[in-house]
């Protein structure tokens, strides 16, 4: 089995930081890649930031500039590190990882339940 975690979530002010946190654990074997999305009620789910085994980052162009993903391979969790954030970034912020198994050696993305982040004064 596979788990995905997030947490760091909270209400923050506007021109905070926050720093959300990913964990992946379990049957694992290589993680390729891990992203972040973010969803507020009633709209469709978007793309935040992603970054590969080989630390290559891509970032929405809504956080370009103030977000910052990284990633500690020892321990399979990514970071989400929010500068500057504005109400426009409350939202429930979802995890995945892109991962190969161990023993069976399939590949797949696996979700968290989700973070909420509150930006509000």
């Known amino acids: 089995q596979v788990q995905v975690v997030e947490s760091g979530g909270g209400l923050v002010q506007p021109g905070e930081s926050l720093r959300l946190s990913c964990a992946a654990s379990?049957?694992?074997?290589?993680?390729?890649?891990m992203e972040w999305y973010r969803q507020v009620s009633g709209k469709q789910r978007e793309f935040v930031a992603s970054?590969?085994?080989?630390?290559?980052?891509t970032y929405a162009d809504s956080v370009k500039g103030r977000f910052t993903i990284s990633r500690d391979n020892a321990k399979n969790t990514a970071y989400l590190q929010m500068d500057t954030v504005t109400p426009e970034d409350t939202a429930v912020y979802y995890c995945?990882?892109?991962?190969?198994?161990?023993?069976?050696?399939?590949?797949?993305?696996?979700w968290g339940q989700g973070t909420q982040v509150t930006v509000s004064s």
């Open positions: 995945n990882a892109d991962l190969i198994k161990l023993i069976t050696y399939t590949r797949g993305t696996y």
């Open positions: 379990g049957n694992i074997f290589r993680i390729l890649a």
């Open positions: 970054i590969t085994n080989g630390d290559k980052t």
